[in-house]
């Protein structure tokens, strides 16, 4: 995906084939239908020096506004997408904090994008500020504070 974003091709060079074609073909799809959101820069290192938490994003966006999007994989097993689970609520808002910090800009929304490694499906959906605010100050934040105190810190 990355490799499609920034030079417009990607080629399949895995034992996977199977698997990385229906995410590819997935992730064209998703392009197909969704032509509103433009896609501009993928693989991005944030940190965030308040948090103290370091992460990649997957992609930088445009839907008339900045956004991130963030890829997952799935499969669809007896569903006709895969499943979007809480846990990528909680850390694509981490993303759009981190990287709101680290480059000082105030973006309000970000999307997940399921691609489905079984079938040719994806799930989208679009996380608003209130849900990245809520997610990060009450989901994030404390999994990161336990994280921290494991670890001695």
């Not at 990385?20 to 991005?44: G, Q, R, T, W, Y």
């Not at 500020?129 to 009450?138: N, P, Q, V």
Request: aromatic fraction near 10%; glycine fraction near 6%; hydrophobic fraction near 35%.
């Amino acid at each position: 995906i990355q490799a499609h974003i920034e030079e417009g091709k990607a080629k399949i060079e895995t034992q996977y084939a199977e698997e990385v074609k229906n995410a590819l073909d997935s992730f064209m799809k998703f392009k197909k239908e969704h032509p509103e959101i433009k896609l501009k820069k993928a693989e991005m290192q944030i940190t965030s020096e308040k948090h103290k938490f370091n992460g990649t994003l997957d992609c930088l966006g445009n839907d008339g506004e900045e956004v991130l999007v963030d890829w997952k994989t799935g499969e669809c097993k007896d569903d006709i997408e895969p499943r979007i689970f809480p846990e990528h609520i909680y850390q694509v808002g981490a993303y759009v904090k981190g990287y709101n910090e680290q480059e000082k800009k105030d973006i309000q929304k970000a999307y997940i994008v399921v691609l489905a490694k079984d079938a040719v499906s994806y799930n989208l959906r679009e996380i608003g500020r209130i849900e990245i605010d809520a997610t990060f100050k009450r989901v994030f934040l404390p999994a990161l504070s336990i994280y921290y105190y494991q670890k001695g810190r």
